[in-house]
């Protein structure tokens, strides 16, 4: 048997842990809003309106509901921001020093931008050393070096590549040559050691070559595999596709009349509108003369109008002045002796109703 009490102090403890958790989220909801307002008054951030459609801006634009209570919402980022965001839905500009940065504070850095490193401030305002296109915790410690140059003992790529090399890792290893040298076999010789210092030149009638026997640039009047034909007369400047040979347009012509035919519609434009501005008036005045003459020709209709039926008038006033029946006003004949108007019954109609009016 179960004692008393112990099933309602269950129940209260369990209410009242739902209700702790509740509150619990609610300020936490209350408490991330102030300090996003305030954050963003204070700081001046920018939210970028894109990263508000379709999670742009979350890694791999995954967004959802992290945990079960998760004060951010549903669309916070599963995987976080991708470089240059923060916030839990990422839709904050991180500083522009700053190539990523923590995700409740845009001024404070965690990844700068090439040439500058993270100093005591956390801003990225630190230069790196000269010879280094990126740098980690100090100007010294080189990531990435510039051209020509590697990251030897000290990691300051303070090491000069070979004179072939555009790019390396050592002095014996050249990750992409200069313009006239390749990597691999001298002279494509399969008894030949292979190098990967760059030391090998190009042929002469090459200008960049994969190896000695594929050229991918030729000098100016050849073409080829190995760059061993020369280029047709009709060519301009001596210069012919390398695969085939053909005529390579030249770009300043082209460039000539894309720019000969922009200013070519801009006149055509010009006068189109010059034209129209010059008709309206035109067309303006004809419709006024126009309005004019029909009404000239209205007033001109009117006073025939009003003259015609002047004439009626007098008819009529004869006709009941002399009491004659309307049969003996078109007694009139002609010089054959017939009747100049017929008494017709429409005739009489049409007459009495000119009277009436």
């Given amino acids: ?114 040439g500058f490193y993270n100093g005591k401030y956390k801003n990225c305002s630190e230069n790196c050393a000269s010879n280094c296109k990126a740098c980690g915790k100090g100007p010294d410690l080189c990531t990435k070096c510039h051209e020509g140059f590697y990251n030897g003992k000290y990691k300051n790529c303070s090491e000069e590549c070979p004179a072939g090399c555009k790019a390396c890792k050592s002095q014996e290893s050249c990750s992409e040559c200069n313009e006239g040298y390749y990597n691999g076999k001298e002279f494509d010789f399969e008894r030949s050691t292979s190098l990967y210092n760059c030391t090998h030149r190009c042929r002469d009638t090459c200008t960049r070559c994969m190896s000695y026997s594929n050229c991918t640039g030729c000098v100016r009047g050849a073409f080829g595999t190995i760059c061993e034909h020369e280029c047709s007369v009709g060519c301009v400047n001596s210069t012919c596709q390398q695969s085939t040979g053909e005529k390579v347009a030249d770009i300043r012509m082209l460039i000539g009349f894309s720019i000969s035919t922009v200013l070519l519609l801009i006149c055509i434009a010009v006068l189109v509108i010059i034209l129209l501005k010059r008709t309206r008036p035109c067309q303006r005045h004809r419709k006024q003369q126009n309005q004019g003459d029909v009404h000239v020709k209205t007033k001109v209709e009117m006073t025939e109008i009003s003259a015609t039926e002047a004439e009626n008038v007098k008819g009529c006033a004869r006709t009941s002045s002399s009491e004659k029946p309307y049969e003996d006003l078109h007694e009139e004949r002609d010089s054959t002796g017939d009747p100049k108007y017929q008494n017709t019954p429409q005739n009489s109609e049409m007459k009495i109703k000119l009277c009436k009016n």
């Fill in 1 to 114: 048997m179960r004692p008393n009490g112990v099933g309602h102090t269950n129940a209260s403890t369990l209410l009242e842990s739902h209700w702790n958790n509740f509150l619990t989220d609610k300020m936490c909801l209350v408490l991330v809003g102030i300090d996003l307002s305030l954050t963003a008054f204070f700081s001046r951030e920018v939210i970028d309106p894109q990263c508000q459609v379709n999670c742009s801006c979350c890694v791999n634009q995954l967004c959802g509901l992290k945990e079960k209570r998760h004060y951010y919402g549903n669309d916070s980022c599963l995987k976080g921001c991708i470089d240059g965001y923060r916030g839990a839905r990422c839709y904050i500009k991180c500083a522009e020093y700053c190539k990523a940065c923590y995700h409740l504070n845009s001024n404070n850095c965690t990844k700068c931008h090439d």
